[in-house]
């Protein structure tokens, strides 16, 4: 059996992005004392990443702060001509990203670099930015582009990166903080059915090798891969309260499925405590990801580090919630599962649904 691909393979190095990654948290932290005793005082909300909680004098409420882009997902719309879903793919890796800790995103501020200006696409870009806000719940307040030439790189002379900012409020008490999660707590999972914006390079890479240079016209790959990511903010938000709803179960956890999957994203949650997963009924992933599996001969193992596999979200709560957060889910137009519980053990393992190894336990620690 030839090796198969990985992430790193697809020029992406995510160890060196982790070691750059803690270069700059660590720049960051030399600057809270700038605001030390002063409005806008900083809280790490959360010792990994960037992620920060500004503490400012607002009455009963905080304020958060949190960048993020799509990365190379948009050559995807270069190669179609189809930019109408690139905003959704943005807002979701901003807003998600903030209402896992029970912040709810009210404002956005955006940056496009392109190569060249071309009024169409950004016609196409616009109009899928009023429907994903619309469907975050946030306005957009401020913004800029650049046309910068052959400092960005992409298919067509009009490439561009998009990237952006978003600003979320938080109520006193209404943090998710992943503190009172306790073995034997069920996990459920929302359906994502495409790749968010993560491991895109890796998509590339195998389209490549698959088909060539121009991979972009076989019509259904293309297609399938433009899908945008699912938005899970308002849903979320209306459990935990938000958009002037009364919390309606308690959420001891949020697990944003993006980069590092489920292994990384979850293990994150339940790594603060030393506590550790079993997933023995995940969501299945998208056929478009299993198909990548196969032509890229990517293991089940490495696509659950770097896909989300068809689980978009997962939420932690306590067995007398399970129910209850099924039922809302359903009542708001939305498919959930039960698709674990949280154990005393340390690590995630996983029943996999993926291409190779169907129905084999994966181990991450």
């Known amino acids: 059996m030839t ?11 995510v160890d060196l992005g982790d070691v750059c990654s803690k270069i700059m948290a660590q720049a960051c932290q030399q600057t809270y004392a700038n605001r030390k005793g002063r409005i806008g005082e900083i809280e790490v909300l959360e010792k990994e990443g960037l992620h920060r909680i500004i503490t400012i004098n607002f ?9 993020d882009g799509i990365g190379t997902k948009v050559e995807f719309a270069e190669r179609t001509g189809n930019h109408k879903t690139m905003a959704y793919d943005l807002f979701a890796m901003l807003a998600d990203d903030s209402m896992r800790f029970g912040a709810e995103p009210i404002a956005l501020s ?3 670099d392109v190569k060249k200006l071309d009024e169409g696409i950004i016609k196409q870009l616009a109009e899928g930015m009023v429907g994903s806000a619309k469907e975050t719940g946030v306005a957009v307040v401020s913004g800029e582009i650049a046309e910068l030439g052959k400092r960005v790189g992409g298919y ?3 490439a ?7 600003l979320s409020i938080l109520g006193k008490g209404k943090e998710i903080t992943g503190k009172n999660i306790k073995p034997g707590d069920y996990l459920i999972a929302l359906p994502e059915y495409g790749f968010r914006s993560n491991g895109i390079s890796l998509v590339r890479k195998i389209l490549t090798n698959k088909f060539g240079d121009e991979w972009h016209k076989e019509p259904v790959v293309a297609s399938l891969a433009l899908t945008p990511s699912r ?3 308002k849903k979320i938000l209306k459990l935990h309260g938000g ?7 308690e959420l001891k956890g949020v697990a944003n499925i993006t980069g590092g999957g489920i292994p990384g994203k979850l293990g994150r949650v339940l790594g603060a405590k030393k506590l550790g997963a079993e997933l023995n009924d995940l969501l299945y992933p998208p056929e478009i990801m299993k198909q990548m599996q196969e032509w890229g001969n990517v293991s089940d193992e490495e696509a659950y580090k770097t896909w989300n596999m068809g689980n978009g ?3 932690v709560v306590s067995e007398k919630e399970c129910q209850k957060t099924l039922d809302k889910l359903g009542k708001i137009g939305d498919y959930s599962q039960i698709v674990g519980n949280v154990t005393k053990k340390p690590g995630i393992r996983i029943n996999s649904r993926g291409h190779f190894k169907e129905g084999q336990t994966l181990e991450f620690k």
Request: hydrophobic share 35%.
């Open 3 to 13: 090796k198969g691909l990985t992430y790193k393979d697809s020029g992406v190095n």
């Open 59 to 67: 009455g009963s409420y905080r304020l958060m702060l949190n960048s």
């Open 110 to 112: 955006n940056i496009l």
């Open 156 to 158: 067509t002379e009009n």
């Open 160 to 166: 561009y990166n998009w990237c952006g900012t978003v």
């Open 231 to 233: 938005i899970y903010t």
């Open 243 to 249: 958009f002037g709803e009364k919390s309606y179960v």
């Open 313 to 315: 979200m997962i939420v």
